[in-house]
């Protein structure tokens, strides 16, 4: 009979010391991200608005430069009716890997003459990435004489790139 109280008294520790090490851990994880995390967190939050910021800074220079933004509106007549090979870039301002090929695609339309490069953005555009049944961004799309030839998803290299529209 001694034996079994002892080992239930051992069992009942045992419990406790889990259960107050747990209580403990818990109390310092939110003490961690409620102390030295915040200052982290608006760190980020301000960094992430600077990217925002510089996207659509970037986005906007875009139109201007090598890259043609399109739309539902202007798709057929800018990719599909095109003489020349277009590389489709389909996209959206909160994706992060979109942001980081963008600079790829960009350097790509202006150091190759002989391909038309626009941007599409799924968000604004979604009857044509329904078409394109675009499930991830970025895509990227080779479309020659108004037929799409091959597709790349995710980011992928210049040279991949390059490759694709050969």
Known sequence: ???KVIWFIIFVLLVIVIVVSNIYINKKG???MQGGQTEDMLNVDNSINTV???TINQNEEETSMSVIKVTDQNFEQEVLESDMPVLVD???DWCGPCKMLSPVVEEVAEENSNIKVVKVNVDESQKTAVK????SIPTLVVIRNGNEVT???GIIS???ILNMVK
Do not use: D, L, P, T
């Open 1 to 3: 009979m001694k034996k």
């Open 52 to 54: 925002e910021e510089n």
């Open 30 to 32: 939110q003490e961690y």
């Open 132 to 135: 394109y049944q675009i499930m």
């Open 158 to 160: 210049k040279s991949e």
């Open 151 to 153: 597709r790349s998803v």
């Open 90 to 92: 389909f996209y959206a």
